[in-house]
């Protein structure tokens, strides 16, 4: 009788200590296994705006190029109407690689760059419910006010609802002002980027330091001198352009790069190969 009362605790013990094991190994499996919602990264789009007086057309080749060297396989239209409403096109899905967005403003001469920035954020709140987690942000020559403005305006925002800014690349950039309309805006520069004689148009812009100092976003500042010793694209000075060095603070990081030629024409740069070719480099390092 004691002999089996010793077997049956033997085994008991051996069936615990199975139970034990099945447990700590469920429990193992569990913390190593990725957490989908917590670990693994949503999309990350290319969000294109156009200048003042165009239209998604000057995106289009852009964005041509990024689909046929294979970084993306996906272009989707989106649009502002004039009251300011956002129709998204077609729903972003688990198939579409790095999506292109070409945004068209139908108020395409709107100088509100408050109320632009407003629209920017309905697109980028659109976005994130569509599972973008970042965005890369392209602007030419007034689009990239409209990514300045919405910068600006999110600086505090719940980054929860919106998403990351990952890169941002500018093109023919009006930092200073326009040369038709801001007498400053050919103003010579400190080392640091700052205008030695600033502009009202730059002025607006200074909450633009304190936001790249509280975010690390890549930044490509591309702009073009199709006038020589000019140093102007026709529309925009170089200096100008350049002068978004200033703003752009440490953890963010800055390069440029000069476009030069006939083909560095303000309009030319978005249908230009080399931009093309570095924007995708910049892209994808």
Do not use: C
């Amino acid at each position: 009788m004691k002999k089996h009362s010793h077997l049956m605790t033997i085994l008991i013990l051996v069936f615990l200590a199975l139970i034990a094991y099945a447990v700590f190994e469920s429990l193992s499996a569990h913390q190593q296994a990725p957490n989908n919602k917590a670990q693994v990264s949503g999309k990350t789009a290319t969000v294109f705006f156009h200048g003042y007086g165009s239209s998604r057309n000057a995106e289009k080749s852009m964005a041509q190029y990024l689909v046929d060297n294979g970084y993306s396989n996906r272009r989707m239209d989106v649009t502002v109407s004039e009251n300011g409403e956002v129709a998204m096109g077609r729903q972003i899905t688990e198939k579409d690689k790095n999506p292109l967005i070409l945004v068209q403003f139908n108020q395409n001469k709107n100088q509100d760059f408050d109320k632009t920035a407003d629209w920017v954020k309905t697109i980028m709140t659109n976005l994130k419910k569509e599972g973008v987690d970042q965005v890369n942000l392209v602007g030419h020559s007034m689009g990239n006010m409209a990514i300045a403005y919405y910068l600006m305006k999110t600086a505090k925002a719940d980054d929860q609802t919106l998403p990351v800014v990952k890169k941002q690349i500018d093109l023919a950039g009006t930092y200073n002002g326009l040369m038709v309309s801001e007498k400053e805006s050919n103003s010579a520069l400190y080392d640091n980027g700052q205008p030695m004689t600033a502009s009202a148009y730059f002025n607006r812009l200074l909450p633009l330091r304190d936001y790249y100092q509280s975010h690390a976003i890549q930044v490509l500042n591309i702009y073009g001198n199709s006038q020589g010793s000019g140093q102007n694209d026709t529309t925009v000075y170089n200096n100008s352009s350049k002068s978004l060095k200033y703003f752009v603070q440490q953890p963010s990081t800055y390069q440029e790069k000069l476009i030069t030629g006939a083909d560095g024409q303000h309009s030319k740069l978005h249908e230009n190969k080399e931009v093309d070719a570095a924007m995708l480099a910049f892209l994808t390092k």
